[in-house]
């Protein structure tokens, strides 16, 4: 078993864990204009929850790197990503403090990184996705986004309908796993 640390400080992803099948998450970007979306699929059984960050292109990611823009999973429980399921995510620009809701991204070409992880966060977890420079086993690579898309562009996937399943809100978990989730989410939405 690896163990490896989910550091997000403010784009390094560094796996604490990755001891996990490389095809059970994975992720497909697509430019529209100055839109960009990521459809992550996870086939495995655990819920998960993600982040991705757009880097230029060639540029290193490491702790001073300060990400134009991406995307990081939202407190609310129902954005994580339940096993077996397709969620598509549109990246938003980021400022300082994180996301700004714009999703009109800066011209240019970018790499993208992104990190998935299960929820919670606890003995056993498994985590999936592309490596900044700080070790570890990756289980993906970069993918290449070219803003506003000089090649043809590519349609946006429709946003996938969500399907009534079960409750992951804090409401409907026992007080100590309650805890455990919000402590996961004040994490995840650190930029």
Aim: aromatic share 6%.
């Amino acid at each position: 078993m690896t163990v490896v640390l989910l550091c997000l400080s403010p784009v390094v992803l560094c796996f604490a864990h990755a001891n996990a099948a490389p095809g059970d998450v994975t992720t497909v970007s697509a430019v529209s204009g100055n839109i960009a979306t990521a459809t992550i699929t996870n086939r495995s059984t655990a819920v998960i929850g993600c982040k991705l960050f757009g880097l230029p292109a060639g540029s290193v990611a490491d702790s001073g790197s300060r990400p134009p823009f991406g995307y990081v999973n939202p407190v609310d429980p129902g954005a994580l990503i339940l096993p077996g399921t397709t969620r598509t995510v549109t990246l938003e620009v980021f400022t300082e403090d994180g996301p700004n809701g714009s999703t009109a991204l800066p011209e240019g070409v970018y790499d993208l990184y992104w990190g998935c992880t299960t929820v919670p966060n606890v003995d056993g977890v498994e985590q999936w996705g592309t490596l900044a420079p700080a070790g570890g086993v990756p289980t993906a690579v970069t993918s290449r986004l070219v803003v506003p898309g000089d090649a043809p562009e590519t349609p946006l996937p429709a946003p996938q309908a969500v399907v009534p399943g079960p409750c992951y809100d804090a409401r409907c978990l026992p007080p100590d796993l309650a805890d455990v989730v919000d402590d996961l989410w004040n994490e995840l939405t650190s930029p």
